[in-house]
């Protein structure tokens, strides 16, 4: 068999449809022979950045490689410090994390949602994720002050408290969303042509997702019930009531319908902790008392903490840390090391697409070149998110 | 339901004299030393044990003890009692020729985090199926930005 066969295929890195990445593919007539992606097109270097600042300004560095959910990936930066300065939050305040960081896990499912459906040509429910999203970030920014960089969880507890009314305000956006679901099942989810195009396209079996090592969605999709939340409950979830989603297919159907399930399982979160909630401090004690007087006891009426001045000269002790959540696209792991200075000496961030990226090149060939858009939107990889 | 002590004896029974130092930081945490001719050796049996992915590969440099630290986070999908622990596997390069046999033919899910380190540490992982850069420019001909002598080049009004 002559090499003449095969014929080279670029894809991207211009967006949309690769999305900021490339793809250098070999093709033989229409099935792919070999895959490899190419990335890098948005690498920001955030871990060396991370090295020459302070603890603290690595908050709002970590949220810029995933738009659609900055509270998780804050989350987990903030609990691997949490272990080196030997602090905790209040209860009210692991409340208020796991809250935002729910809102968001369902604004990314519809985010990847609604991606997948333009990679599909479905127009319709790209415009309807990304349309009903706009309630999940309305919800956000109420809570936090902003729509998608919230910067809210800071070491020791959260930035704000809950609103008045924020229960009801939740319950209306979980029955809305209910119905819509509902709607996306008949346009999206059971359409003929979406199911064509996904079942069966795009398999990673249990054993080869293990040793491929995939996070999140894409995970339990292949049949492995691995959940931070369960695996090593953080926040609240130790006292929520939910469900692993996990489908056995693994294939691309199957991703979708996770995703879909999770969004569910989030919402019954959601439920829980607006009805839960405990009373209390949002920032723990030792920090409460850095913040001067005055400024405390309007913080305490507001319902807002003004970040303490000495947050800027946070000294985590010598030594090491690591920490993991399970954010909407999968699990990030954060590795600190700290010499007991004001910035950590090394600071090693694996987002969940990093993760996700060596499927790409084990999972697409033998498909055709038309299934790339298919696989591609339902393993929801984010370039950002990987090149940090 | 096995304990971190439980899961720390297990690994020290089944590594043996392999491994120099094994530590265990509550509520999760197992870090293991090893020498770099060791850790093939070490991996395959962590593997065996039921260690069956990887979570990070981080290369951390200390140029005043002309060493690369490299670090493997491991942990388990098939059993939910090592799924609770991270082991840290660590072993330290020498600086100026900081090469280690790849791990990939142990755990597949390394060949990208392996690769990110090369790309960005220097290290050269022996064996590994494309050790190519991966985030940084094809033409890149500075030092890998991750050592501590390369500084970030200030913009703006300061520079």
Request: aromatic share 8%; proline share 6%.
């Amino acid at each position: 068999m002559s090499e003449d066969r095969f014929m080279q295929v670029l894809i991207g890195p211009q967006h949309p449809g690769s999305g900021h990445m490339r793809f250098i593919v070999k093709m033989d007539g229409d099935i792919i022979n070999e895959f490899e992606p190419d990335i890098g097109y948005v690498h920001r270097s955030v871990e060396k950045i991370a090295e020459s600042k302070r603890y603290i300004q690595i908050v709002p560095l970590v949220e810029r490689p995933t738009l659609a959910d900055t509270a998780n990936t804050n989350l987990g930066y903030v609990l691997a410090l949490e272990k080196l300065l030997g602090i905790d939050a209040p209860p009210r305040a692991q409340y208020l994390r796991t809250l935002l960081a729910e809102i968001n896990r369902i604004h990314s499912h519809l985010y990847g949602l609604g991606i997948h459906g333009i990679m599909l040509g479905s127009s319709t429910v790209f415009m309807w994720c990304f349309a009903d999203r706009e309630i999940w970030i309305e919800l956000a920014q109420e809570l936090t002050g902003a729509r998608i960089t919230y910067s809210y969880i800071i070491p020791g507890g959260v930035r704000r408290d809950l609103p008045d009314g924020f229960g009801g305000k939740i319950s209306k956006a979980v029955a809305y969303m209910e119905r819509r679901l509902k709607d996306y099942e008949k346009i999206f989810i059971n359409n003929p042509v979406v199911t064509a195009r996904l079942i069966g396209i795009g398999t990673i079996k249990r054993e080869e997702a293990i040793r491929l090592g995939i996070v999140g969605p894409n995970l339990r999709a292949s049949g492995v019930k691995y959940d931070v939340r369960k695996v090593e409950p953080y926040c609240a979830y130790p006292e929520m009531d939910f469900d692993i989603v996990v489908r056995e297919e693994g294939d691309a159907y199957a991703r979708v319908l996770v995703r879909v399930d999770e969004i569910k399982q989030s919402m019954r979160i959601l439920k829980q902790i607006v009805e839960k909630i405990p009373n209390g401090p949002i920032l723990n004690e030792a920090y409460l008392k850095m913040i001067p007087p005055r400024l405390r006891e309007r913080a305490e009426q507001k319902g807002m903490v003004k970040i303490p001045a000495t947050f800027i000269n946070l000294k985590p002790r010598k030594g090491e840390a690591v920490s993991r959540v399970e954010t909407g696209r999968g699990e990030v792991i954060y590795y600190i090391v700290s010499d007991g200075s004001t910035n950590p000496y090394r600071f090693r961030f694996v987002s969940p697409s990093l993760r996700n990226l060596i499927a790409f090149k084990y999972v697409m060939p033998g498909h055709r070149l038309a299934d790339i858009p298919a696989i591609y939107g339902s393993l929801d990889y984010f370039p950002p998110d990987a090149d940090r | 339901m096995k304990s971190l002590n439980e899961i720390k004896e297990m690994v020290e029974k089944e590594l043996g004299s392999l491994a120099i130092k094994i530590v265990s930081e509550v509520p999760n945490v197992i870090t293991i030393n090893v020498e770099v001719q060791n850790l093939f050796e070490v991996a395959s049996k962590l593997n065996h044990m039921g260690f069956d992915h990887v979570k990070a590969v981080t290369g951390t440099d200390y140029p005043a003890e002309k060493k690369i630290e490299l670090t493997y986070h491991v942990s388990s999908y098939t059993d939910m009692d090592l799924a609770k622990v991270i082991i840290a596997l660590k072993a330290r390069l020498d600086r100026s020729n900081p090469k280690v046999t790849s791990l990939v033919k142990v755990w597949p899910s390394a060949e990208y985090l392996e690769r990110e380190t090369y790309d960005l540490v220097g290290v050269i992982f022996e064996g590994h199926p494309k050790l190519e850069r991966l985030l940084l420019p094809s033409d890149w001909d500075q030092i890998p930005p991750l050592l501590k002598e390369f500084k970030i080049k200030t913009e703006g009004i300061d520079a």
